[in-house]
């Protein structure tokens, strides 16, 4: 097969060459006429659902591979497009001084775990955005969401059975840290051992800070919820797809704003 996507309105061998093996793979387009139509739109995406891949009805490099019909299952990566300048358009009041001094370690993040791909950087530099758009891997400031009127920093996490915490001074200790803001004794114990080399973010969780661990935190994090993320985004379910970072809707201004700009200015294809 000579494309690396086909999507609704593609004719030819290739088309043909998909609905043969999806109807081999139980999933019936209809007649195998080489044209991509509506029948093979569902039984794309029904392939999709029944493989755990974002279902969008458009046979790309994952799909293609899932069916045997390609080698490679990589998505097009838009890091080439991905320039100072356009990504100081998105953080519109940040120094560009700190946008070149990181972006290139989030982007080598970003391809070491496989989510070059247009929508998962937009996502992670919209993360960036609304976490910390001073585009530095910063830590969480005390605020009367985090901390009491009479208690001591971070006391209003202590407890949080939903971050794992176990009482004080967990609060403090496993804060917001990086640029994704990681948070919460639970994270701090799974993230750190996915980390090549691993890191005991447990014992030194201030490591969440360091440039490197940061970005590379910051694309594990989003790695994980790759499918979740995109079948949001698909939805134009903005807030969503936030709320699988942050758990809230901390930030969603910024967030959309930094994606619709990045969207608009970063080259599908560079």
Do not use: W
């Amino acid at each position: 097969m000579q494309s690396d996507s086909l999507s609704q309105g593609d004719t030819g061998p290739d088309v043909q060459a998909l609905q043969q093996a999806l109807l081999s793979h139980g999933s019936n387009p209809g007649a195998i006429d080489g044209v991509y139509g509506q029948g093979t739109v569902a039984a794309v995406m029904g392939f999709q659902q029944s493989e755990g891949l974002l279902a969008d009805g458009i046979a790309g490099p994952r799909t293609l591979t899932s069916l045997g019909l390609s080698d490679s299952n990589a998505l097009p990566s838009a890091i080439p497009g991905v320039t100072v300048e356009i990504v100081s358009q998105m953080f519109p009041v940040t120094p560009i001084g700190n946008i070149k001094n990181n972006l290139p370690g989030i982007l080598s993040a970003l391809v070491t775990r496989s989510i070059s791909d247009k929508p998962m950087v937009l996502m992670a530099l919209s993360t960036v955005r609304a976490e910390v758009e001073c585009f530095e891997p910063i830590s969480e400031g005390q605020s009367r969401f985090n901390t009491s009127p009479s208690g001591h920093p971070f006391d209003l996490y202590d407890n949080r059975k939903d971050l794992g915490n176990l009482g004080a001074p967990d609060g403090e200790r496993y804060k917001g840290r990086g640029y994704v803001q990681l948070t919460g004794r639970s994270n701090y114990e799974t993230y750190g051992p996915k980390l090549n080399p691993s890191v005991d973010l447990v014992t030194n969780p201030d490591l969440a800070g360091d440039p490197e661990i940061a970005s590379s935190l910051l694309a594990l994090f989003l790695a994980d919820r790759e499918l979740q993320i995109k079948s949001a985004l698909l939805a134009g379910n903005m807030a969503l797809a936030r709320q699988l970072v942050n758990g809230g809707s901390n930030g969603l201004d910024r967030f959309t704003d930094a994606y619709q700009h990045g969207e608009a200015l970063i080259p599908d294809r560079a």
